[in-house]
């Protein structure tokens, strides 16, 4: 999998393509950086259209033997590989931790949730029925299969290294597909380490591809060629939206997983604790860095007090360090690009007269060059404000006071976006018509954590398209076939 470079602790990693694990023709690579210490950890190669036409090739041949194993064969390969991730979970944190920046303990639990959708989807493989349907005349029989839609293509963000990835992956295969994933070019190394256990678990050559390098170049190859059937992305709304323009030629079928700016309702008649504890939970997650993260936090006049006092307790309690120090909270963010979206939003809040409760800047940690930014609580937020119309990307919780619950809905639903949406409330009348109301995929009610491998994730609006996990997300990797049968 690895060669490590004489006289350097950076190691060499390579690509995995139908079963080999390759350099770039060009010989050139690509550094990964650990956003801690930005001191290189490895490289990758800077692969092009050349490795991934093989990739696509390797795909496109295995897809034929590989859909046709019985979905029984594919389940114990995908547990097997299950198995793998989790025995190798620490080493596999360890790795995500130095290339991506988060504390090892959110690492070690993205390990286990991304293992999850593996045993999820080896179980869902034994359950795709077809149906039979009563036909209007007696000389026909009238069916419908579930086959598997091809090659798909996957291309993964930097926040989940292994989650993305394990998301798209598990219900493909366990569908019959085959796939060429383009992980982030900031954190590849936990994608190939992944890849190194789906051999090892014996997923045959060319059922799970791993090309790293140029975004645009592996991209574009992979949109125009006519044997990718489908492309799965998880990223930015802006290269959503040139994916979906991409695939359009050779009608791929798209799923798209992109920005939120998920708000929080908080009404008067919550559980403070909690409400501050959930929020705390989904708002500094990965420093902040995750789609779902609470974004715009609406709270009721007579409840802001007492949850903005415990919310600001909490978030004083957070350590901001290295992610491999165990005490450590919050980690860096993922680059200086990452870290100065987040200044700008807070200096563009303070300029419109918000309030800093606590943090507010970039925190220096001692040996370390990195990327770090103080976990943040800022009061007297309105719409005017950056941070209320982008996401944010960073740990900075923005609060809002609202009188009128009809006015926090309005507010919450005048976005771009619908991804994750968030209400706080003990009355289940509120919980239910709030939830109703909002105008998103996901509605945590009570809860800051709503994601897991057996329930629907995605969203409306420009933050996407399909949804993943659960039996819902398998549909994305299926066609239907129906067959009419004339009997003589
Ligand atoms: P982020 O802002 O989270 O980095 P991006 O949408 O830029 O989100 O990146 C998500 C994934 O999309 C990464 O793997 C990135 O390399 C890839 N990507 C970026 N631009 C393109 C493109 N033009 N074609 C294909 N993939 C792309």
Redesign the pocket.
């Known amino acids: 999998m690895t060669t490590t470079t004489s006289g350097s602790t950076s190691e060499r990693w390579l690509n995995y393509v139908n079963g080999q694990w390759i350099e770039a023709d060009s010989g050139k690579t690509i550094s990964v950086v650990n956003p801690s210490t930005l001191g290189e950890i490895a490289t990758v190669p800077d692969s092009g259209e050349a490795e991934t036409k093989a990739a696509i090739e390797a795909a496109h041949t295995a897809f034929q033997s590989w859909s046709t194993l019985s979905a029984y064969e594919r389940s114990d390969m995908l547990m097997r590989w299950y198995h793998l991730l989790m025995r190798h979970q620490e080493d596999l944190a360890r790795t995500m931790t130095a290339e991506q920046g988060k504390p090892l303990s959110e690492a070690k639990g993205e390990i286990a949730y991304a293992a999850s959708f593996i045993s999820w989807y080896a179980e869902e493989a034994k359950r795709l029925y077809g149906d039979i349907i009563p036909a209007t005349s007696s000389g026909k029989r009238m069916f419908v299969l579930r086959q598997p839609v091809g090659v798909v293509a996957a291309?993964?963000?930097?926040n989940f290294p292994a989650a993305m990835i394990t998301r798209k992956v598990g219900p493909a295969l366990a569908a019959g597909c085959t796939c060429i994933v383009?992980?982030?070019?900031q954190t590849p190394l936990t994608a190939l380490y992944m890849a190194k256990l789906a051999e090892e678990a014996g997923i045959p050559a060319g059922v799970v591809n791993i090309v790293t390098g140029e975004?645009?170049v592996i991209?574009d190859t992979l949109f125009a060629d006519s044997r990718v059937a489908k492309v799965t992305f998880t990223?930015?709304t802006e290269?959503g939206k040139?994916?979906m323009r991409a695939s359009a030629d050779t009608m791929k079928k798209i799923s798209l997983e992109l920005g939120g700016h998920a708000p929080v309702i908080v009404l008067d008649d919550a559980d403070a604790e909690l409400a501050a504890e959930q929020t705390l939970l989904s708002k500094f997650r990965n420093a902040g860095q995750t789609c779902v993260c609470a974004n715009r936090i609406y709270v009721q006049k007579g409840i802001r007090p007492a949850f903005e006092k415990l919310l600001a307790d909490k978030i004083r309690a957070l350590k901001v360090g290295d992610g491999m120090n165990p005490d450590s909270a919050i980690g860096p963010v993922i680059d200086e690009d990452g870290l100065n979206k987040i200044q700008k939003h807070v200096s563009d809040a303070v300029e419109r007269g918000a309030t800093v409760i606590t943090g507010g800047g970039r925190r220096e940690v001692p040996e370390r060059a990195g990327y770090f930014f103080e976990p943040t609580l800022l009061t007297g937020v309105d719409s005017s404000m950056l941070i209320m119309k982008e996401e944010t990307f960073g740990p900075v919780a923005p609060i809002v006071e609202f009188t009128d619950p009809d006015d926090a809905v309005r507010q919450a639903n005048d976005s771009p976006y619908g991804l994750a949406s968030y209400v706080f409330t003990s009355n289940i009348n509120h919980a239910i018509r709030l939830a109703e109301r909002l105008q998103y995929g996901i509605v945590g009610v009570n809860d800051g954590l709503p994601s897991s491998a057996q329930a629907p994730f995605g969203g409306m609006k420009e933050s996407g398209l399909g949804r993943e996990g659960g039996k819902y997300g398998i549909e994305e990797y299926l066609e239907i076939k129906y067959i009419s049968l004339g009997l003589y």
């Not at 383009?182 to 070019?185: F, G, I, M």
Request: aromatic letters at 6%; zero cysteines; charged letters at 10%.
């Open positions: 291309i993964t963000p930097w383009k992980p982030a070019e975004a645009s991209g990223g930015s290269v040139h994916i």
